[in-house]
Nanobody
Framework: QVQLVESGGGLVQAGGSLRLSCAAS????????MGWFRQVPGKEREFVAG????????SYSDSVKSRFAMSRENAKNTVTLQMNSLKPEDTAVYYC???????????WGQGTQVTVSS
């Protein structure tokens, strides 16, 4: 089993930055792709970003491309999501995920709230 714990959420003004972190424990996560989803109440969860197990390939949703950057440090079992130029529409609960592939997310964290004020 894999446990994922997110941190780094909070309140920020539009145009600001936040850095989310996800600490993984349990079964080794080095073999997993990692990613971030977000969800606004009343809407489906939305894919934000994903990174391959080796860290050499990343994918972003069009809504965050060029503003967000995901990285991972396998030696520390952590992934981060650097979020820049934040917009009010980025407000959501952000979830860290791990999976075999970008199409098969098997493990989810509890989420961290990000609120961007206008």
């Amino acid at each position: 089993q894999v446990q994922l714990v997110e941190s780094g959420g909070g309140l920020v003004q539009a145009g600001g930055s936040l850095r989310l972190s996800c600490a993984a424990s349990g079964r080794t996560v080095i073999v997993y792709a990692m990613g971030w989803f977000r969800q606004v109440p009343g809407k489906e969860r939305e894919f934000v970003a994903g990174i391959s197990s080796s860290g050499d390939a990343a994918s972003y949703s069009d809504s965050v491309k060029s503003r967000f950057a995901m990285s991972r440090e396998n030696a520390k079992n952590t992934v981060t999501l650097q979020m820049n130029s934040l917009k009010p529409e980025d407000t959501a609960v952000y979830y860290c995920v791990a999976g075999a592939t970008f199409d098969n997310w098997m493990h989810w964290g509890q989420g961290t709230q990000v609120t961007v004020s206008s």
